[in-house]
């Protein structure tokens, strides 16, 4: 059964920062493309970041593009999103998922976590 925990979220400032964790299991981890999207109040679920299988390429929504990083580590089967400059417009539920290819797209990931829980004040 595959599973995908995040965990790391909580309550900050506007310009502080925060890094959210995806731990992963019942899945080859390196075998998939890793993506970040993110659903505020009464919005749709977007895109947000994604790395490839062993982390060489990413993928950044313009949104936060320069103010977060998306990275992985294959060896803990964990996948992490450092939110440096953070604004109240990026208050949202955070979700992680697996994607056979790497992709900007919601259809393409086959599993995702429960989502974690980011709000920015200002």
């Known amino acids: 059964q595959v599973q995908l925990v995040e965990s790391g979220g909580g309550s900050v400032q506007a310009g502080g920062s925060l890094r959210l964790s995806c731990a992963a299991s019942?899945?080859?981890?390196?075998?998939?493309?890793m993506g970040w999207f993110r659903q505020a109040p009464g919005k749709e679920r977007d895109f947000v970041a994604a790395?490839?299988?062993?982390?060489?390429?990413?993928y950044y929504s313009d949104s936060v593009k320069g103010r977060f990083t998306i990275s992985r580590d294959n060896a803990k089967n964990t996948v992490y999103l450092q939110m440096n400059s953070l604004k109240p417009e990026d208050t949202a539920v955070y979700y992680c998922a697996a994607a056979p290819r790497l992709s900007r797209y919601l259809v393409d990931y086959n599993y995702w976590g429960q989502g974690t829980l980011v709000n920015v004040s200002s």
């Open positions: 019942g899945l080859t981890f390196s075998s998939y493309a």
């Open positions: 790395i490839s299988w062993l982390g060489g390429t990413t």
